[in-house]
């Protein structure tokens, strides 16, 4: 006896095996940096965008189209 799979599952389970093994081949640095020493400040996770550059409500962006 020869059972065959529909053809639209087949190419499913085809598709899904190619997008699952190329999902482990994302591109990965070659050196990590190493952890920071004790009492330094990490710089991450930051605000954003920066509220010191940031335009106050009501004063212009310096360039650009400047609103009334």
Do not use: W
Request: aromatic share 4%.
């Amino acid at each position: 006896m020869n059972r065959h799979l529909p053809r639209p599952v087949t190419l499913t389970v085809l598709a899904l095996a190619g997008v699952l093994a190329l999902s482990g081949c994302g591109k990965k640095p070659s050196i990590v940096d190493s952890p920071r020493p004790e009492g330094q400040v990490d710089p991450f996770p930051r605000t954003y965008p920066n509220p010191s550059l940031d335009p106050k409500p009501g004063k212009p962006a310096g360039s650009g189209v400047q609103f009334p």
